[in-house]
């Protein structure tokens, strides 16, 4: 009786011990792994936390001096040198005052007329200045990821408005003088701020304009209607934000 109790209690030990030795290791390695998943995931997640809006533009002016191009005329390119003053009524709406000067070269399709047929072109209408007034709403704020360490701040804009813009008129036979023509002019548009602080940003604009476009009659006395201008200008500029 007493050999089958120390048989037993031998047995009973060693079946102790072959279930309780792995199953301690196991654990203590699966406590290991733990500490190391989350260690990597604790590293993935360390990201910068996204802060408030960069730019409080309420109350402030906006001076914004730009150059750009309005590619889209069969015979010239214009190229804009003007300026904008902008005062922000609320956050997201602003009045805008815009001003420019168009400097002007004939295109490669007019180039190419020119010497096929030795004949230089003579563009019947020429935008020469704008100038007017625009509304401004910006509905959307938010940042950009740069290289995954840096954050821009950027606004985007809806544009519409109205103003003046002064052309020149020649015949088309050279038989007369050239007209300067202010005429009315609207214009929508659209564009992007990215800020680089609380004053600064880089601006780009895509407006388009909508003018009466005129022309001579064929024997140079008599203005004509010949429908709409929509002249498209992208540019890009500087901005400074002052209160």
């Known amino acids: 009786m007493r050999g089958n109790f120390i048989l037993r209690s031998v047995v009973l030990v060693a079946l102790v011990g072959l279930f309780y030795g792995p199953t301690s290791a196991w654990a203590q390695e699966k406590t290991m792994l733990d500490q190391y998943v989350d260690k990597y ?3 993935k997640r360390d990201v910068k936390v996204i802060q408030k809006r960069l730019v409080q533009k309420d109350g402030r002016f906006e001076v914004t001096l730009f150059s750009g191009a309005i590619p889209n005329d069969d015979f010239q390119i214009y190229f804009p040198l003007g300026g ?3 005062y922000y009524i609320t956050e997201d709406i602003a009045l805008e005052m815009f001003g420019s000067y168009m400097l002007n070269s004939l295109s490669d399709l007019a180039d190419r007329i020119s010497q096929l047929y030795d004949y230089k072109v003579n563009v019947p209408q020429s935008v020469v200045w704008t100038a007017g ?3 401004l ?3 959307l704020h938010g940042k950009l990821g740069f290289l995954t360490w840096k954050l821009v701040h ?3 804009h809806i544009s519409m408005g109205v103003g003046a813009i002064g052309t020149e008129i020649r015949p088309i036979m050279q ?4 007209t300067a023509v202010v005429d009315v002019a609207g214009n929508v548009g659209t564009g992007l701020k990215l800020f680089f602080n609380n004053n600064i940003a880089v601006r780009l604009d895509y407006r388009q304009y909508f003018f009466p476009a005129r022309k001579y009659d064929q024997a140079g006395k008599n203005l004509l209607s ?3 201008a929509r002249p498209a200008e992208l540019t890009i500029g500087v901005s400074y934000f002052f209160d």
């Open 137 to 139: 709403w910006s509905p």
């Open 84 to 86: 904008r003053v902008s």
């Open 154 to 156: 950027f606004d985007w």
């Open 41 to 43: 995931w604790a590293e």
């Open 175 to 178: 038989l007369g003088k050239e």
């Open 133 to 135: 007034l625009d509304g």
């Open 226 to 228: 010949d429908g709409a």
